[in-house]
């Protein structure tokens, strides 16, 4: 799913993306993941990416800008009203970037402390059935532990 999506996009931005990354919990084998793959572009101009929004939304993603994060453009896509993709737009440089691609890294290098993770989100999908704020949060502890170990290697 990730190769024929990344696919589709590059279809639109070719000329603006760098490269391209699989990161979240679809792209560390064998632990528990949402059906949502994560995609990461990394572009040479973040201003431009806006410029995209309507070939984007023919392709159904829905536009969301920064969505919390500075010098982010993230998209949605959903299909028949379930949540199938999210992309997180770039700029190259930006130090997101490299945590995001270095958790994927040490997690599939250190398969232990992935599956910690993986009954981590199981634990937290229970206690949360309908509060993704509670789940997101219950997860912040055990990300910030990783991405500090990510970056010392």
Sequence with gaps: MFAEESARLAGILSTEI????????TAIPGILAKPIVDILLEVKDIQKIDSYNNQLIGLGYLPRGEYGIPGRRYFIKEINVVRTYHVHTFQTGNPE??????????????PAEAQAYSR???????????DINGY??????????????????
């Design 18 to 25: 760098v490269a391209c990354h699989h990161i979240g919990s």
């Design 97 to 110: 970037i490299a945590r995001h691609v270095n958790f994927r890294d040490y997690l599939i290098a250190h």
């Design 120 to 130: 981590l989100k199981a634990e937290l999908a229970q206690q949360y059935p309908q």
């Design 136 to 153: 997101v949060e219950g997860k912040t502890d055990f990300i910030r532990s990783v991405d500090e170990k990510a970056s010392a290697r």
